[in-house]
């Protein structure tokens, strides 16, 4: 059996502006953070496009399962006051 001899894999999660949402770019190989950020700018943001970087560690994240869908992403109907269906929008308001 041949030994791993690859680097740490990471996530890497980019903001195009300020108080943008992160959108992943892919992944990278590095042996540290300093390394994955650097690695994560050079090939991810080699043209400026970006403002903020992140980067996880593969086996830090977490993900829920498809068979958790009913549990997790209920609509909870029961819970009036998360929907402002009865709410009534005064006339003449924007932008609502």
Do not use: C
């Not at 990278?28 to 650097?38: G, N, S, T, V, Y």
């Not at 992140?54 to 498809?66: D, L």
Request: aromatic share 10%; net charge negative; hydrophobic share 35%.
């Amino acid at each position: 059996m041949t030994p791993d001899t690859q680097l740490g894999t990471w996530e890497v999660f980019m903001q195009s502006k300020p108080g943008a949402n992160f959108i992943h770019q892919g992944s990278i190989h590095a042996a540290d953070r300093e390394m994955a950020l650097q690695n994560a700018r050079d090939t991810y943001s080699r043209r400026g496009e970006g403002t903020s970087i992140w980067v996880v560690p593969t086996g830090a994240i977490t993900a829920s399962s498809p068979d958790d869908k009913e549990m997790l992403f209920d609509p909870a109907n029961d819970k009036i006051y998360r929907m402002p269906t009865f709410y009534t929008i005064p006339e003449g308001a924007k932008n609502i």
